[in-house]
């Protein structure tokens, strides 16, 4: 069901992770989580699922079927349906693993009454089960791996945005709190009398649990007795004008039993008016007066009793939750420590100051996924919060043996350079082995501290930790002993378990686009094309060679569709269908894209499935034959012209010979000229032999070329004597053109006049009756340089780049009786490279060549 293709997931991925921090309560989270997920990812209903209530239940949260929301009484009824049936919901939850069921194995409601196959994935945070994500499909077989894993990114990326909405959530009631206690404190601060503070602090604490009423009383220790001090009831028609207790009335302990067991445990206390027992022989006074809930704190300083205060409230379905009760607690801890204000003042602002720390750095860890960008956010920010000296962090390597430094500030560069260390090994190897904080007060007491700064003295290092995983340490150190302390310790735990998930978050993002750019760029340097459709025809990929071989840019190819009758020329041909069965799953075809120079491609064509085989596209490989079928043309020219030449001289040696047997040639004459036809006949053949067994050890390296010293005008002369038959034979003039010494190169005598044979024989066959060949050698800038001309026919620049290629023979028809096997200049470029010297052409069309040689001169 969901498309594989790794670009279009991780950009809707990306999108889902992006909208997720959009939002910043848990219901509207749900709610925009199920519709992002359809309409991200293609699944028409989507399920969540939370637990909820004293005793935990699956809950169905939000929900969309068939693309449309359902209505509460349908959501209500399926999660009825889903808690008194057996389902891959529960298991999903129970076994913390995600389930997949592609024939339901239990009767469904009717808004779900064709589902065919369901996925569940569990939504976790840390190890604890929080709720389950369900999908289901109306066709069968449709959910398949990818959706599997798909569905196990969605609930881990959706369980974090729970824990982040939770974890922003409780900062900013924590803010609240802390906000409330500031104001109070300050107002108990400003008041210059007690019963001022304690009336301000009763209706500060009306208003910060939402109750009705407040009552503060104080504690005498030596008449055992409380006595109301202050009240407060908010102005409210329902709630009842007094509350038990009236001011100033002192009640003895043993007749108050709120206040007993209050101050006897001092813990505090909550009590609903329906929980108390019918048998009880006595209702309470607060009940008797209209009020439905109490909760009680003791005042307190360390194990001293102050006093009591009551926080009442008349609605009957109030619970005081552990919210309520924690605010209850601070504020009645400000009554109690009063005298104290100053240090509660500076507690307090170092506490909201923690929490602002951890809810700014949560904000600027979760606003990037570049690993190298987040490490130096979480240095700098820490450093700058904690003010140390240094603050490092260090990450496992990938074999999990060492830890290296991978962003510090504070830190000099020598030091982070050096700083590699074992599991096991100092203050951060011992904090991943052990899997706790390490805190080292001062260094220059601790024989086991190894140092890698001597002017660090105090070092607290804290294991970054993610599903029992250490993924590294962070380490704070300062100049001073004894910099750090509890409060540090606290805020730098918490910070690092954001920390932790968040470096996994963003190494495994790294690894996707790491992925993601390798497959890219093998893609673009492929030397064939590629062209990938989806499965309607249409193009969705094509890489650089593609461009090449077509000679359009990709703006122009993709998105055009593979079946359009109006696609441009080479492109159609690229597109059309191919049918030849190459190998299994492969179809293949050769086509001529059209064009002044015509490329010939060979085309490889394969479909590709989803994990359960359904096809979701077409990728279309092009490799570039011209010059192979280039090639095997000059091999199958070059065969015809090697039958023809070897065919020729043994015709004529054989009809000669046939003429001597038969006693055709009675006459001496006739015989020796019928034996110098048969000796030219067979030195042809020897040389076209020789040319083939040449060319056979150049192919395989294995011709090799004698090095001493040669003249290079006792060669030319050589070459002369040899030649003066054939030119006299075609009546062309051979002369030579030379100074009278040479200096010495250094090479193979035998294989330099091969050469020069070569060169000087082709002059004299394509040169005209009456024309001249001329050998010319002088010295040049440290080297010889060797010429034969010619007054011959000339060669075409197109065909003059291409002479000295194997096989290659011009194709012209004032050539076509002088041609040869294709392979003596080929040969002759191949010997002068082998003496490090050079060959080339120069020719004009109708008016001669010109061949230079260029040898080295050796000292």
Aim: proline share 5%; aromatic share 4%; charged share 20%.
């Amino acid at each position: 069901m969901v498309d594989s293709s790794n670009y279009q997931t991780l950009d809707a991925i990306t999108q889902f992770c992006q909208r997720l921090r959009e939002f910043t309560q848990p219901g509207q989270l749900m709610q925009e989580a199920v519709h992002l997920i359809a309409d991200l990812f293609g699944y028409p209903s989507v399920n969540i699922f939370l637990f909820s209530g004293k005793t935990p239940s699956l809950n169905l949260r939000a929900a969309v079927w068939r693309a449309v929301s359902p209505s509460s009484e349908d959501m209500t009824a399926f999660s009825q349906h889903i808690a008194a049936t057996p389902n891959i919901i529960q298991q999903a939850a129970q076994t913390k693993q995600i389930q997949v069921r592609h024939r339901l194995a239990y009767p469904t409601p009717p808004p779900m009454t064709d589902v065919a196959d369901e996925l569940a994935a569990p939504l976790m945070i840390k190890e604890r089960v929080i709720g389950v994500i369900h999908i289901f499909s109306h066709t069968p077989r449709q959910l398949g791996q990818a959706d599997t894993h798909l569905l196990n990114v969605i609930a881990h990326q959706l369980a974090s945005s729970v824990k982040t909405i939770q974890l922003q959530n409780s900062l900013q009631r924590r803010i609240h709190e802390q906000k409330l206690l500031l104001e109070s404190n300050a107002a108990l601060g400003m008041s210059q009398e007690v019963d001022n503070a304690l009336n301000l602090l009763a209706m500060k604490m009306t208003e910060a649990l939402r109750a009705g009423a407040c009552v503060i009383s104080g504690w005498s220790e030596d008449e055992h007795t409380l006595t109301a001090i202050s009240q407060h009831i908010r102005p409210h028609k329902d709630n009842p004008p007094l509350v038990w207790r009236a001011l100033q009335k002192t009640i003895p302990l043993n007749q108050d039993p709120i206040g007993r067991q209050a101050l006897q445990t001092l813990r505090p206390i909550a009590i609903r008016s329906e929980e108390l027992s019918p048998s009880s022989a006595k209702t309470p006074n607060w009940a008797k007066h209209g009020w439905h809930s109490l909760l009680a704190f003791p005042l307190k300083k360390q194990r001293k009793k102050l006093g009591l205060i009551e926080i009442y409230d008349r609605n009957p379905k109030r619970i005081f939750t552990a919210e309520d009760i924690r605010l209850g607690k601070a504020l009645a801890g400000q009554a109690s420590i009063a005298i104290e204000r100053i240090e509660l003042l500076r507690q307090t602002q170092q506490r909201l100051a923690e929490v602002s720390t951890l809810y700014t750095l949560s904000q600027q860890i979760t606003s990037t996924l570049k690993l190298d960008e987040l490490l130096d956010t979480i240095v700098k920010t820490l450093r700058q919060i904690v003010d140390c000296r240094a603050c490092a962090l260090f990450l496992v390597d990938d074999n999990n043996q060492f830890l290296e430094i991978k962003a510090a500030s504070g830190l000099k560069a020598r030091w982070k350079e050096n700083a590699r260390l074992q599991i096991g090994e100092g203050a951060a190897g011992q904090s991943v082995a052990q899997k706790r904080t390490i805190y080292i007060p001062d260094t220059r007491q601790d024989p086991g501290y190894i140092s890698f700064d001597p002017s660090v003295r105090s070092l607290m290092v804290v294991p970054m930790i993610t599903r029992d995983q250490v993924v590294g340490t962070i380490n704070l150190d300062d100049t001073r002993a004894n910099a750090f302390g509890k409060s540090q310790e606290r805020l730098l735990s918490i910070a690092a378990n954001h920390a932790a998930i968040a470096i996994q978050s963003a190494t495994l993002f790294d690894k996707v686009i790491s992925e993601e750019q390798r497959t890219r760029a093998i893609i673009q340097h492929m030397a064939d094309g590629l062209l990938m459709l989806n499965k309607h025809g249409q193009i969705v990929k094509v890489n650089y060679a593609l461009e090449m071989m077509l000679r359009m840019h990709s703006a122009e190819i993709i998105g055009q569709n593979a079946h359009d009758k109006h696609l441009a020329p080479r492109l159609a041909a690229i597109c059309a269908p191919l049918t030849a069965k190459e190998r299994t799953g492969v179809l293949a075809r050769e086509v001529t894209l059209p064009g002044k120079t015509p490329t010939i491609l060979r085309l490889f064509a394969t479909t590709v499935t989803d994990d359960s085989g359904q096809p979701i596209g077409e990728v279309r490989i092009a490799h570039d034959v011209t010059k192979e079928r280039e090639l095997e043309k000059m091999k199958d020219d070059f065969l015809s012209t090697i039958s023809h030449e070897l065919r020729t001289p043994l015709f004529s040696i054989q009809g000669f010979v046939r003429l001597m047997l038969d006693k055709e040639a009675p006459d001496l004459k006739t015989q020796r000229e019928f034996l110098s036809i048969i000796e030219r006949q067979t030195g042809q053949l020897t040389e076209l032999v020789s040319n083939l067994l040449d060319m056979n050890k150049l192919s395989a390296g294995l011709l090799d070329v004698e090095q001493s010293p040669v003249q290079i005008i006792d060669i030319i002369n050589q070459t002369i004597l040899k030649l003066q038959g054939l030119a006299h034979q075609e009546n062309v003039k051979l002369t030579t053109k030379l100074p009278p010494s040479l200096p010495i190169t250094y090479g193979d005598p035998q294989r330099l006049e091969q050469v020069m044979t070569n060169l000087a024989g082709n002059a004299i066959k394509f040169t005209p009756s009456g024309g001249n060949v001329t050998i010319e050698a002088a010295q040049v800038a440290g080297h010889i340089l060797i010429a034969v001309r010619d007054t011959g026919i000339g060669i075409s620049q197109k065909n003059l780049d291409r002479i000295f290629s194997k096989f290659y023979q011009v194709e012209d028809a004032a050539t076509r009786s002088a041609q040869g096997s294709g392979l003596g200049l080929h040969i002759s470029r191949q010997l002068i490279e082998k003496h490090n010297g050079k060959i080339w052409a120069e020719s004009d069309l109708g008016k001669g060549s010109v061949f230079y040689i260029k040898l080295p001169i050796i000292n």
